[in-house]
């Protein structure tokens, strides 16, 4: 519920486990999701620190390099540990709502510490959550090692990971309820999961999403209904049918998704109730042997007053909501209809259901609910969504992987 | 409304020993999937035992050691699993079976009597383990109330009898461990601390953030619909028009009734206060937000139903105008869908989150919107049944508080006079409801 946020108190949420457990992918998630609905959310680690210091030698992994002779790298660790929580505080004093916190947090020192400076420095409510991120499936921390480290570290060996990794785990101290400390542990990415005191709307919404979280990379595919009269005469809204150029455009969609999904029957297939979905959804299901679950959520945006109209037809009636819509478009909300922020509003359960699926996805809905869908893989900002292109006959396809989501757009002719 | 995923058979089990709150949790869980649209129903072992082996059962009864007793027990309990599992073939889509099941062997049991009957099951453990000797005490006196088992006795005797058999299950309770492997879900000391374990799936999901929120915290909910509108006037449906003169002496009075209602301003200020976006609502809304010097939410989620192409009409013009879906209306007020618009389904599917909001909440709840939509918040709290929900008597200037607590709903309605501000109160205790429901078997929707 975006109108929540108003009355939140400010939110930390650290991150806790040893390197290679997959604490920075779900900071990055969690992060892209925050600001999706509409916090204002960062994040501070180590790493985003080390980053902006050009002092420091970019080619060592201060969260991993670890020679317990070596002072010098244990100094830097923390001076930038410090830095990164300094920069958080700084943040949060000002604009911020959420901050997400990547540092030093492996014993019971280090989180008293991280607690005493935020007690100290923050002059204002806030409340901390702590997400831990346990692995001993060994597979599983080959993957991370392989998909996230590997990249930038180009001179180690898998052993050289794995050997650090396992010095470090001999100091490493696991949370413990007598720290009195709000947490959720996940534990071999969600097979376990444990919840200690959980409190408050944000929190609880952040449980939800992260029992959804997993690192199957799967394909995402999403195409807008196929042309309909509405089109022919450029009107926008209503609930048209298909054209017989839009029915023709749907059974090569079909044709596309057969070669594409490649017999797979287990995918997960949502399509709007509007009838302009619904058909397109039909034709594409049966060449694929799969019904689509239709749900309003994906329904076009509500164009209220608007709806039915031609463009050029809006532009004289409604001259003011015209230059309403041009200054703020994110925001501005057709009359007696909804703005894209309702439109976010509205898709998030779905948002959660392309999360949750471990198959590939296929979503055919339409423009503006779209341009939301995608705005959460792909835009940092959701004052960027207006401006997606989300073109018709044209399938995109994401592919979220680490840290980054893959695109590739096909016309289908 | 949204079509739910049905492609598979749910069943889901409670472990734990008395006094923990499953019954309170399986109902709660049962509600919630039939308001979203599955076939839910709930199999309780101990209503089973009552009936065939009659009420007069003592701790003795309990023994672990008594043989004949457990043997008696067992069966009753193998009768409730297939009963679930016959509902389950028949139909249905989630079985909750609701009973002790503490020990290793009776879990496998279960789980393999489950997963042999069907091609593919998805089964849920839900234990509820709770040290907390103050909650228990509340959870007995709670039980005992409801609990045909005690209708003879006296208040201690009961109580007594109560703990000793308490003592005789934990002689023989096993937690849930992960080499049983089974998927579950433990809530610990009404959920401090939750374990989540192999949860996978859409709905089941879904059951872990609900379960994650479930408190028996009795708090009220207080819903209002705006005061009398233009539209009202005249007999329009739809539109976004603002209050007549009533509706805006209905505002003051209410303001005045919820100054009194919340006397400190520690309370007020811990009312959460919801309305919807529509100048009718907004406009009743911020009278009170000025008196009680509260801000309200404005959540799109509590607009009017949406009339379509109906809207701004009156019932007359709509008959005139749309004569086949006037009729259809009349017959399916619950499904029917105005064309461009929305049906009562649409919006019972649309308020699931402000439902889950509510039932987080601890404290006091006030929300003033419109006629439709708090028909539907109205009879989820108040466990009426989905197909009663269009024709629900939610009238204009009046205050309905809704007081949920573990197994009914008190209802307090207050009808204000806008003019006068004079009120009257009808108030409905549902407690004789209940126990008549606790002594069937089963129960559809509770």
């Known amino acids: 519920m975006q109108q929540y946020k108003k009355t939140q108190n400010k939110l930390i949420l650290v991150l806790v486990g040893l390197p290679a457990r997959g604490k920075t992918h779900i900071s990055y998630k969690l992060n892209r999701y925050l600001n999706w609905i509409g916090y204002k959310s960062e994040i501070f680690s180590i790493k985003g620190a080390q980053q902006n210091n050009d002092q420091l030698d970019q080619n060592i992994d201060y969260e991993l390099e670890i020679d317990p002779a070596n002072q010098q790298f244990v100094d830097v660790r923390q001076q930038l540990s410090f830095t990164a929580a300094h920069q958080l505080v700084n943040f949060l004093q000002n604009d911020g709502d959420i901050a997400l916190y990547n540092g030093l947090t492996s014993t019971k020192l280090d989180r008293q510490k991280l607690k005493s400076l935020f007690k100290e420095k923050l002059k204002l409510e806030y409340q901390v959550f702590w997400i831990e991120s346990i692995c001993d499936d060994p597979q599983v921390i080959l993957n991370n090692i392989n998909e996230s480290k590997l990249s930038r570290f180009k001179e180690k060996t898998i052993e050289q990971f794995m050997n650090q990794i396992n010095v470090l785990a001999q100091d490493y101290e696991s949370l413990e309820n007598i720290e009195n400390l709000s947490y959720i542990k996940l534990i071999n990415i969600g097979k376990l999961v444990k919840v200690h005191m959980l409190e408050g709307y944000l929190c609880s919404k952040i449980v939800s999403f992260l029992l959804n979280l997993h690192a199957n990379n799967r394909q995402i595919y999403l195409v807008r209904s196929c042309q309909t009269e509405y089109h022919l005469l450029d009107k926008i809204g209503g609930d048209p049918e298909l054209s017989a150029t839009g029915k023709q455009h749907s059974q090569q969609l079909g044709d596309y998704f057969i070669e594409e999904l490649k017999g797979n029957k287990n995918i997960t297939f949502f399509t709007s109730q509007m009838k302009r979905g619904i058909q397109t959804a039909e034709i594409v299901g049966d060449k694929l042997g799969i019904k689509a679950l239709k749900t309003k959520n994906l329904d076009e945006i509500d164009y209220g007053i608007c709806d039915g109209l031609t463009v050029k037809e809006i532009a004289a009636k409604y001259p003011k909501q015209i230059k309403e819509r041009k200054a703020n478009p994110l925001e501005f909300k057709y009359p007696r209809g909804e703005s894209f922020l309702d439109v976010i509003h509205r898709v998030e359960p779905i948002i959660y259901e392309i999360e949750r699926s471990r198959e590939p996805v296929l979503i055919i809905a339409h423009v503006a609910v779209l341009k939301c869908l995608y705005a959460y893989y792909h835009c940092n900002q959701i004052n960027e969504i207006p401006n997606i292109d989300i073109p018709i006959n044209c399938v995109i396809k994401l592919v979220p992987i680490p840290y980054h989501c893959l695109e590739s757009r096909v016309i289908i002719k | ?446």
């Open chain 2, 1 to 446: 409304m949204q079509e739910c995923n049905r492609s598979q058979k749910i069943a889901i089990c409670t472990v734990g020993l008395p006094a923990r709150g499953k019954t309170y949790i399986s109902r709660k869980l049962n509600r919630y999937f039939n308001w979203l649209g599955y076939k839910s129903r709930v199999f309780i072992n101990g209503n089973y035992r009552r009936e065939i082996c009659g009420t007069e059962c003592n701790s003795l009864f309990f023994d672990p050691n008594n043989e004949e007793a457990q043997k008696a027990r067992s069966d009753c309990a193998k009768m409730a699993l297939q009963d679930l599992i016959q509902f389950l073939k028949n139909g249905g889509d989630i079985g909750i079976l609701d009973g002790t099941n503490i020990t290793k062997e009776r879990r496998h049991q279960i789980e393999s009597d489950l997963k042999s009957s069907f091609n593919g099951i998805q089964t849920l453990w839900i234990e509820s383990i709770c040290n907390d000797s103050k909650v228990i005490q509340n959870n007995i006196r709670l039980t005992k109330i409801n609990n045909p088992d005690y209708c003879n006795m006296d208040s201690e005797q009961a109580t007594i009898d109560f703990l000793n058999r308490i003592k005789m299950y934990e002689q023989i309770y096993k937690t849930i461990t992960d080499d049983e492997d089974l998927s579950y879900i433990k809530t610990m000391n009404v959920g401090a601390d939750i374990i989540v374990h192999q949860v996978y799936g859409f709905l089941l999901s879904k059951v872990v953030s609900f379960i994650m929120n479930l408190h028996t915290y009795p708090r009220p909910i207080y819903l209002s619909r705006h005061g009398e509108s233009q539209y009202n006037v005249d007999d329009r449906v739809g539109g976004d028009s603002d209050l007549s003169e009533l509706g805006e002496m209905y505002a003051d009075k209410l303001a005045d009734f919820f100054n009194q209602e919340f006397p400190t301003k520690e309370i007020k200020n811990e009312i959460i206060f919801l309305t919807s976006t529509m100048r009718r609502a907004i406009h009743t809304s911020d009278v009170v937000a000025q008196k009680l010097e509260i801000q309200p939410l404005q959540l799109k989620t509590l607009d009017e139903i949406n009339v379509g192409i109906c809207d701004g009409m009156t019932y007359t013009e709509i008959a005139q105008k749309f004569p086949n879906d006037f009729q259809e209306r009349k017959i399916n007020k619950l499904g029917y869908r105005y064309p461009r618009g929305e049906s009562y389904l649409d919006l019972i599917s649309r308020i699931e989150p402000v439902i889950f909001e509510i039932e987080r909440s601890r404290q006091p709840v006030m929300i003033i919107a419109h006629q439709a939509i708090l028909r539907c918040l109205y009879a989820y709290f108040h466990q009426n049944e989905i197909p009663e929900v269009p024709t629900l008597d939610i009238p204009l200037h009046c205050v309905i508080k809704l007081t949920p607590a573990a197994y009914f709903c008190d209802e307090k309605r207050v009808m204000i006079n806008p003019q006068t501000g004079e009120i009257s109160i009808k108030e409905e205790y549902v407690q004789e409801f209940i126990r008549s429901k606790s002594k069937q078997k089963s129960f559809i929707d509770l």
